[in-house]
């Protein structure tokens, strides 16, 4: 075991309240491309041509076009070992919130309950209609589609629950996820590169006397900061913390 994951199992056996802070890095163990990295969606995709507020209003045909294949395919996904590493820390019953940019729900379909999970970017497991604030579940998104729209009762076309560029962060869940940071005694931040505001500020909210620990493939602006920095293979790292804490490995 190498030193770096020893002190921070120590540091999970000392702390009783921690919170991860997780983006897309520990869910593409799970097939689940990322957004910014070499070869994630921006790179083939223009997200100012596709996922904005603007282009949904403006041309929500070119939108959806783009977003139906995100949906379609959102439910084929399974959680792999980051998601099952933090449901063992929820089972021995030390995790106190997941925060996460990811909308793919997958930390609640890994164990974790629903109620410690902060989705500050969304989820795509809902549609949302943003003239009468009626919400499906995506699976109605074929029972709901008109031609090539899904549509409203009221007659509006519906958008996936996600955070579009130009839109704001949901307020609740912000407020929900500084809350958890400002009471842990451990912060993980797994799998973001933590560069885009304003999630990219969350960690600072951490109180006094707080831990750090950041597992990573690549740095963030915040390993300066860590006490421990685990890199590399983040599915592979977490895997063998799940074991370092006598859990079978998944």
């Given amino acids: 075991m190498s030193g770096e994951r020893k002190e921070l199992l120590d540091l999970i056996g000392e702390s009783v309240r921690i919170v991860a802070l997780t983006g897309a890095g520990i869910s593409t163990a799970s097939g689940i491309p990322d957004f910014r990295s070499a070869g994630g969606i921006w790179e083939k995709e223009d997200p100012m041509e596709v996922a904005t507020l603007s282009v949904f209003r403006r041309d929500p045909e070119r939108f959806w076009a783009f977003y139906r294949k995100r949906l379609d395919t959102a439910g084929s996904y399974e959680p792999y070992p980051g998601h099952a590493f933090l449901a063992h820390l929820a089972s021995l019953g030390k995790l106190s919130a997941v925060v996460t940019q990811n909308i793919d729900g997958l930390h609640q379909a890994g164990g974790v309950d629903a109620a410690l999970v902060h989705e500050v970017h969304g989820s795509v497991r809902e549609l949302e209609c943003l003239s009468c604030g009626e919400r499906f579940p995506r699976a109605r998104l074929d029972e709901l589609t008109v031609g090539t729209l899904p549509v409203c009762a009221c007659g509006e076309v519906l958008k996936p629950a996600v955070v ?21 005694d451990l912060l993980l931040l797994i799998g973001s590169s933590l560069v885009v505001y304003p999630a990219a500020g969350l960690p600072g909210y951490r109180p006094a006397g707080a831990r750090l620990a950041v597992i990573n493939d690549e740095p963030t602006p915040w390993e300066s900061d860590a006490d421990v920095w685990l890199s590399g293979d983040i599915a592979e790292q977490c895997g063998e913390l799940s074991a370092g804490l006598g859990f079978a490995r998944d």
């Fill in 164 to 184: 579009l560029f130009e839109e704001m962060l949901p307020e609740p869940a912000v407020e929900r996820s500084i809350e958890a940071i400002g009471g842990c």
